[in-house]
């Protein structure tokens, strides 16, 4: 999970979003679900990137123009992106970045296949 000091594996869904509403999504049967987590955990330690929340502000408005991505942070929807990908979910590929993913068009394209 991503929280303020970074990527964390010791926080619960109601303490990342309290009062608010999350949706847990099954992985499909096409993705390797280890190799999910073994990827997703290699991630904890890594910073949450502010920085990179406004690269990609500006990558939706302005694509291809400017990055100011901090190497070795993450974004929820990059960290589940990168995840995916690493797992074999081959439409991440046809997503170009996986930074400008939605978690909206992630859940989605995860959808159809559950």
Known sequence: MLFRSGVTNDKTLESVAPGGSYRIIPLPEVINCEEFL???RSQVGALYGF???VSCALDVLLPESICLRK????ICSGL????LMYAGFKPVQGWGDIYTVFPSEI???L???V
């Open 51 to 53: 920085t990179t929340i």
């Open 80 to 83: 589940v992106a990168a995840a």
């Open 107 to 109: 859940a989605k394209e």
């Open 111 to 113: 959808l159809t296949l």
């Open 38 to 40: 073994e990827y997703a």
């Open 71 to 74: 190497y070795g942070t993450w």
